[in-house]
């Protein structure tokens, strides 16, 4: 049973336009969200993260948004570049440091 | 920093070999965790441990898997007799503890593939 879910396997974009990644959970214990960022090749390197007292976490062109009623968040990279494509994974730690990840999302930004 | 180090990156054998995949942690992490990437299924966790000791390996799937940690700088995953339903890409974590809000680390990963 997925616990997070990412229904999205592929998304393309236009080099400086916004992309928007989602994830939905469906564990109301989940109080912390991550997303990764995973390159051909190497391990999933961590992006930013919410807690679930925040509705919104901003880094740079990077934001996640919160909607814990509707047990869903996403990721919007604005403007989006082309060293942004790649594979991303939302997850949620739970207790004993278990991590439930998404199946990911492949984003391709064109140039 | 060197990161979390896995070994090997690729491993090809034969169905019925015994598969042994490598890793080290950051030092000072002291929980590690073992994750399977599939096409299907994404990132799957096989089992974790704590200070060394295997906290929950629920998600192992069959007794041919099996994980040791016998110190806090090193950890195996074992696959014995391996299958081609193994093929997949291993990954092994690490996480600094005190806090179940710390990001995982994760190592660029074993490519599995048995023929």
């Known amino acids: 049973d997925q616990q997070v879910k990412q229904n999205s396997p592929s998304l393309s974009v236009q080099e400086g336009r916004i992309s928007i990644l989602n994830c939905d959970y469906t564990?109301?214990?989940?109080?912390?969200f991550l997303w990764y960022k995973k390159y051909p090749a190497e391990g999933p390197t961590f992006l930013i993260s919410i807690s679930s007292i925040k509705d919104k976490n901003e880094d740079g062109r990077f934001t996640v948004f919160l909607n814990k009623s509707a047990k869903h968040l996403s990721l919007h990279i604005v403007p989006s570049q082309p060293g942004d494509s790649a594979v991303y994974f939302c997850?949620?730690?739970?207790?004993?440091?278990?991590?439930?990840f998404g199946t990911g999302t492949s984003l391709t930004v064109i140039p | 920093d060197a990161g979390v180090i896995q070994s090997p990156r690729h491993e090809v054998t034969e169905m019925g070999q015994e598969v042994t995949l490598r890793c080290k942690p950051i030092s000072g992490h002291n929980s590690l965790f073992w994750y399977r990437q599939t096409m299907m299924r994404g990132l799957e966790l096989l089992i974790y441990?704590?200070?060394?000791?295997?906290?929950?390996d629920s998600g192992m799937p069959e007794d041919r898997f099996s994980a040791k940690m016998p110190n806090a700088s090193f950890s195996t995953l074992k696959i014995q007799p391996s299958e081609p339903r193994d093929s997949a890409v291993y990954f092994c974590a690490s996480m600094e503890g005190g806090s179940q809000n710390s990001p995982l680390h994760f190592g660029n990963g074993t490519r599995l593939t048995v023929t």
């Open positions: 997850a949620a730690p739970i207790t004993g440091n278990q991590f439930y």
């Open positions: 564990n109301s214990m989940f109080d912390y």
């Open positions: 441990f704590n200070n060394n000791v295997p906290i929950d």
